[in-house]
């Protein structure tokens, strides 16, 4: 049975010209379905990188990416943001919501732009689940950073998708904040069997994993336990 996500000789470089730099160096790593894995190591290692190229957000150089088999490199734009906005739920550390709209809205919209004709009752059931059915009316400056990255995990999770990235879910949140988010990520992922992978600077947070993946330079070693990994 082949792995959910696969990687295999995977390059990254970004920037033009004298300015590019090689972001990722031969990356081949495997998770299998249901897992949570944590992406670990220095500040510019290339963590963030190989999580959006997991995501499709940014195309590798060379080398495959396959997400449930399908490789997205032969993929287009479009074939691509569909099958990244019904396979791939993604949450950022920057919370990424839409000012001018409310939290229902704002889960609402990926479902919309897929043509869901429940959008708005799936929107108001995810935000449930997250605590927030009182605040679904709500602007996201009308929230705390708390709720506002609740919000941004509902909308991740409203397509029902199969895999979820997380890039330092808890990174603009103060300790508190951030453990009932890693407390609530963890949860619904049990909850709906989905596969987690998140990148991290949080020893803590990473021990929560199954397993957990270093980078440093841009290339990578699979661990068997969670010590030391931020060295």
């Given amino acids: ?27 081949s790593l495997a998770i299998e379905a249901g897992e949570a894995v944590g992406l670990v190591g220095p500040s510019g290692s290339g963590k963030s990188s190989l999580l959006m190229v997991m995501a499709g957000l940014e195309r590798a150089d060379k080398g495959s990416v396959l997400i449930e088999g399908v490789d997205l490199s032969g993929m287009g734009e479009d ?4 099958f990244r906005g019904r396979r791939i739920g993604i949450v ?17 919209l990926p479902l919309e732009l897929a043509g869901r004709k429940d959008a708005f009752e799936r929107a108001e059931r995810e935000l449930a689940s997250v605590g927030l059915a009182e605040r679904m009316n709500h602007y996201p400056a009308q929230l705390s950073g708390g709720e506002q990255q609740r919000v941004a995990i509902a909308r991740a999770l409203a397509p029902d998708p199969a895999i979820l990235v997380a890039d330092e879910p808890t990174g603009n949140l103060d300790e508190t904040t951030g453990a009932s988010i890693v407390d609530l990520l963890f949860a619904l992922k049990r909850e709906r069997g989905a596969t987690l992978v998140l990148v991290t600077h949080d020893a803590g947070l990473a021990a929560r994993c199954d397993r957990t993946i270093r980078l440093r330079s841009g290339q990578i070693s699979h661990l068997n336990s969670v010590q030391n990994v931020m060295a």
């Avoid at 959910?4 to 972001?23: F, P, Y």
């Avoid at 074939?79 to 569909?82: E, K, T």
Wanted: glycine share 4%; aromatic share 4%; proline share 2%.
């Fill in 1 to 27: 049975m082949s792995a959910l996500i696969e990687l295999k000789n995977v390059e990254l470089s970004l920037g033009r010209d004298a300015a590019r730099v090689h972001i990722l160096k031969g990356i």
């Fill in 79 to 82: 074939a691509l943001a569909v």
């Fill in 92 to 108: 950022f550390q920057s919370f990424h919501l839409v000012p001018t709209m409310t939290a229902r809205e704002n889960v609402a």
